[in-house]
């Protein structure tokens, strides 16, 4: 997370160039939106799975990082010309996951516009519903992503199921309803990409490596972060994304900043 952020600022600064980030969560790990309440979290649950717990900057609810690929976009809402708007941007940034998940011979589709939120009280699981554009495989959620705004920048990202862990996501949240009745609901609304083929996360990212390349008609460039975004992040990581303080309550809305989903 902490990576994301200083990205997200970089790209804002223009000191850093718009990137493409994939990667895995060791050990598992339950993230939270930025405005969720920590009171969702069984902390119980989550200790005895070895589950960690953070904080996002973006927005939307819980989301469990076990068996999946988590992606990452930083970049100038410019460059999305007509589409830099926040549901155009969804959409453009998924129809280039779809691409990507269409070279591996998996078909997905978008979440129709219709199901953009028009209420602010949802479950606190973001899998149990899916928003515009969001991807979905066979009707069901297989992409869960959110967006934070800075400064002319945005960062959006996700995570893409290969196997949904519904039980151990849901012993890791405190829940208004049975969890039995939860699990039946959530299972018949989740997808992973276990269940079309054997995909790793390595060949998923060069398939939608390849896709954003050529959706955005742009040579993508293999990089490592540089000594001062690496120090960045770090100081990052120990002041705010490792804090209890960050984890355990929302911050007041942050000046210049927008966050959705």
Not at 58 to 82: C, K, M, N, Q, W
Not at 147 to 163: F, N, P, T, W, Y
Not at 223 to 237: D, F, K, Y
Not at 243 to 252: D, E, K, N
């Given at each position: 997370?902490a990576?994301?952020?200083?990205?997200l600022?970089?790209?804002a600064a223009g000191?850093?160039?718009?990137?493409l980030r994939f990667?895995?969560?060791?050990?598992?790990?339950?993230?939270?939106?930025?405005?969720?309440?920590?009171?969702?979290?069984?902390?119980?649950?989550?200790r005895?799975?070895g589950?960690e717990?953070v904080?996002?900057?973006?927005g939307?609810r819980?989301?469990l990082?076990?068996?999946?690929?988590?992606?990452?976009?930083a970049?100038?809402?410019?460059?999305?010309?007509?589409?830099?708007?926040?549901l155009?941007?969804y959409r453009r940034?998924?129809l280039a996951l779809?691409?990507g998940?269409?070279?591996l011979?998996?078909d997905?589709?978008?979440?129709?516009?219709s199901?953009?939120p028009t209420r602010?009280v949802?479950?606190?699981?973001?899998?149990?519903?899916?928003?515009?554009h969001?991807l979905?495989l066979?009707?069901?959620?297989l992409v869960?992503?959110?967006?934070?705004?800075?400064?002319?920048a945005?960062?959006?990202?996700g995570?893409?199921?290969?196997?949904?862990?519904m039980?151990?996501?849901?012993?890791?949240?405190?829940?208004d309803?049975?969890?039995?009745?939860?699990a039946g609901?959530l299972d018949?609304?989740?997808a992973?990409?276990?269940?079309?083929?054997n995909?790793?996360?390595?060949?998923?990212?060069w398939?939608l490596a390849?896709?954003?390349?050529?959706?955005?008609?742009v040579?993508?460039?293999?990089g490592?972060?540089?000594?001062?975004?690496?120090a960045?992040a770090?100081?990052?990581?120990r002041?705010?994304?490792?804090s209890t303080g960050?984890?355990q309550?929302?911050l007041?809305t942050a000046k210049?900043?927008t966050?959705?989903?």
């Amino acid at each position: 997370m902490a990576v994301d952020e200083v990205l997200l600022d970089g790209v804002a600064a223009g000191s850093s160039p718009p990137t493409l980030r994939f990667y895995s969560w060791m050990p598992a790990c339950l993230s939270l939106g930025y405005f969720q309440p920590s009171s969702v979290v069984n902390v119980e649950g989550c200790r005895g799975l070895g589950i960690e717990i953070v904080r996002r900057p973006t927005g939307g609810r819980a989301i469990l990082h076990d068996r999946e690929l988590t992606y990452s976009v930083a970049l100038p809402a410019f460059v999305l010309g007509h589409d830099a708007g926040i549901l155009p941007s969804y959409r453009r940034l998924s129809l280039a996951l779809q691409a990507g998940l269409q070279r591996l011979g998996i078909d997905v589709s978008l979440a129709p516009e219709s199901e953009a939120p028009t209420r602010l009280v949802h479950g606190p699981v973001c899998f149990d519903r899916p928003s515009a554009h969001e991807l979905l495989l066979h009707g069901r959620k297989l992409v869960g992503s959110a967006q934070v705004r800075r400064a002319g920048a945005l960062l959006q990202h996700g995570s893409i199921v290969i196997e949904p862990r519904m039980a151990s996501l849901l012993a890791c949240l405190q829940l208004d309803e049975d969890s039995t009745t939860a699990a039946g609901r959530l299972d018949g609304g989740v997808a992973g990409l276990a269940e079309v083929g054997n995909f790793e996360p390595a060949s998923i990212a060069w398939a939608l490596a390849g896709a954003f390349a050529s959706e955005f008609a742009v040579k993508l460039e293999p990089g490592c972060l540089t000594e001062p975004e690496s120090a960045a992040a770090a100081l990052l990581a120990r002041s705010k994304y490792r804090s209890t303080g960050w984890t355990q309550r929302p911050l007041a809305t942050a000046k210049k900043t927008t966050r959705t989903r």
